[in-house]
């Protein structure tokens, strides 16, 4: 059963509409993504999937609870890091993690939590004298201190340079292990590429699409770019003959840019190869998330 | 309940590491009681009307200002900081309520503002020989109902307020007024008939009157606590209705 349910999920602020019957399910375990341009409706949908805010329409369920009337259920289990959201300056790294332990029934073991986020030398430290990224590894520990079923993630990666992201990012990869479901909220492709089992890609306030990483790189329009200097161009009719080509475009410089899948780059190269002709400065690039992403918030589809 | 606690104690800690705060509610009432002190002639008999020492009047008054500096002027940025940076809001993501920690910074500032009180009478009566309260139930309770007054009007001016900038402001605005209401400037009991009537009206001018009244024996009208009463419950009232959590 799905950890996470949202369903026709609506909510509106004054008039505009900020989501418009988003669905989508999370299984336990999963770690699932939640990609967007600024103003999807995002936040809005985790913090209604947190209870912070309550839907117009349809139904969110946390573990079986509806989490903004059955707090007392939902936030035993559920652990939330917020986008725009501190501590009191002069609360150290210790307390901190003392005072929210002492929030949770079975709170987790705090020597060995402030071990794993790499806050051991910092318990003495005030919030105020962190670092970015400090706060932030403090910020993932609170979430984890009730030792929670489900974690929300907000833009946890927003602001760290790129070395404390990928620490980060390994942080939340070790936390697979330990069967937690992760609901992240990113507008980092590669991010998302990096951690997420599944992606749903909001665009004003609607489901853009729902897959894996892999499979929404599959139907980026150009999934995979062969670029080259042909020694003499092939056949056009050979060319449009390709398995599964999406476009073919001859440079001013002579370069000969063809887009398709896999399938079409090898029967490119077959082609070639029976014709005998040479392909010079072969460049083959291969579409990211990012280039689905573009893709699908574009609304060019 | 536990968790309760621990939000309680975390607060006080927190307030006990504000220097500032620390200072103008604990050491700076019975600061200036020390100095008014230093002026012979407020240490002269009979110089009060009534007949008291203008010392004697100055006890109650520095009391009061513990109170102001607590729960007008200390807690009401904390409060709004608290919401500004998202505490609040983290906080009604777990299973404790907020408004446990709105409770908590309540609490540690009436405390403060309790042992404010206790540390300017003891200075009064070690430096100056001022008899310690007559009547000391009904000068603890008037104390108590006084404390509450101004605490519910420090988590009103925070309710209004948006951010802890603002809300400083408008405490540093309403400082002077309720100051004088309190008696910092001209002590009640010395104020002419008709200002004193006025001032009578307000909570810190109501408080003033039965503090007074407690500490040479008496026990405070009924009117004074009344007062009292209604501007807690108001002021109380008014600022749950308008307090915004984000």
Redesign the interface.
């Known amino acids: 059963m799905a950890i996470i349910e949202v369903d026709r999920l609506a909510k509106s602020y004054g008039g505009r509409t900020v989501l418009d019957g988003v669905s989508f399910a999370v299984e336990e375990g999963e770690i699932f993504g939640l990609l967007g341009p600024n103003g999807a409706g995002k936040t809005t949908t985790v913090e209604c999937v947190?209870?912070?805010r309550r839907p117009d329409g349809g139904r969110v369920r946390v573990a079986g609870r509806d989490p903004a009337t059955d707090r007392?259920r939902v936030?035993?289990i559920?652990g939330?890091q917020?986008q725009?959201?501190?501590?009191?300056d002069?609360?150290t790294v210790r307390?901190a993690l003392?005072?929210?332990g002492?929030?949770?029934p079975h709170p987790a073991d705090r020597r060995e939590l402030a071990g794993r986020l790499g806050l051991d030398d910092l318990l003495d430290r005030r919030f105020g004298t962190l670092s970015g990224g400090q706060k932030q590894r403090l910020f993932i520990a609170?979430a984890l201190i009730?030792r929670p079923r489900v974690v929300v993630l907000d833009e946890l990666t927003t602001g760290l340079d790129p070395n404390a992201r990928r620490d980060t990012w390994e942080l939340i990869d070790g936390l697979r292990d330990d069967g937690v479901t992760i609901l992240l909220v990113t507008h980092f492709m590669e991010e998302a590429q990096r951690l997420c089992d599944r992606v749903a890609v909001l665009r004003s306030g609607v489901l853009a699409a729902l897959d894996t990483p892999a499979g929404l790189i599959e139907h980026a329009r150009n999934a995979t770019v062969v670029s080259f200097t042909p020694s003499r161009p092939p056949g056009d009719d050979a060319l449009a003959a390709l398995p599964a080509l999406r476009t073919v475009r001859r440079a001013d410089d002579g370069r000969l840019v063809v887009s398709g899948t896999d399938a079409t780059v090898e029967a490119l190269m077959s082609l070639l190869a029976r014709d005998g002709i040479t392909a010079h400065n072969l460049r083959v690039e291969s579409a990211t998330l990012d280039d689905a992403y573009l893709d699908l918030t574009r609304g060019e589809h | 309940m536990?968790?309760s606690i621990?939000?309680l104690r975390?607060e006080a800690?927190?307030l006990s590491?504000?220097p500032a705060s620390v200072f103008w509610i604990l050491a700076f009432p019975a600061l200036l009681l020390a100095l008014v002190g230093l002026v012979p002639s407020f240490r002269a008999e009979a110089t009060s009307p009534g007949g008291g020492r203008t010392i004697d009047l100055y006890v109650p008054v520095t009391v009061l200002l513990g109170l102001v500096m607590a729960g007008l002027q200390s807690l009401p940025p904390t409060l709004a900081g608290?919401r500004e940076?998202?505490?609040l809001?983290?906080m009604?993501?777990?299973?404790?309520r907020p408004s446990a920690l709105l409770a908590a910074q309540v609490v540690v500032h009436g405390a403060a503002a309790l042992a404010s009180g206790v540390v300017v009478l003891v200075v009064g009566r070690v430096l100056y020989g001022v008899a310690l309260p007559a009547n000391p139930a009904a000068y603890a309770g008037t104390l108590v109902l006084v404390t509450l007054t101004a605490l519910v009007a420090g988590a009103l001016v925070a309710a209004l307020s948006r951010t802890a900038k603002g809300s400083t402001t408008v405490a540093t605005i309403l400082f002077f007024p309720v100051a004088f209401t309190a008696g910092v400037y001209v002590p009640v009991q010395s104020m002419a008939e008709e200002l004193r009537r006025v001032v009578e009206l307000t909570p810190f001018g109501a408080a003033s009157q039965a503090l007074h009244q407690a500490s040479s024996g008496g026990w405070p009208g009924p009117s004074h606590l009344a007062i009292m009463l209604v501007w807690t419950v108001v002021l109380g009232g008014v600022s749950a209705r308008w307090f915004r959590w984000e």
């Open positions: 947190e209870g912070l007392r936030t035993p559920l939330v917020l725009h959201s501190d501590l009191q002069k609360l307390e003392e005072l929210y002492a929030f949770y609170l009730g | 536990s968790a621990a939000v975390a800690r927190l590491r504000e608290y940076k998202g505490i809001r983290r009604s993501t777990t299973p404790v």
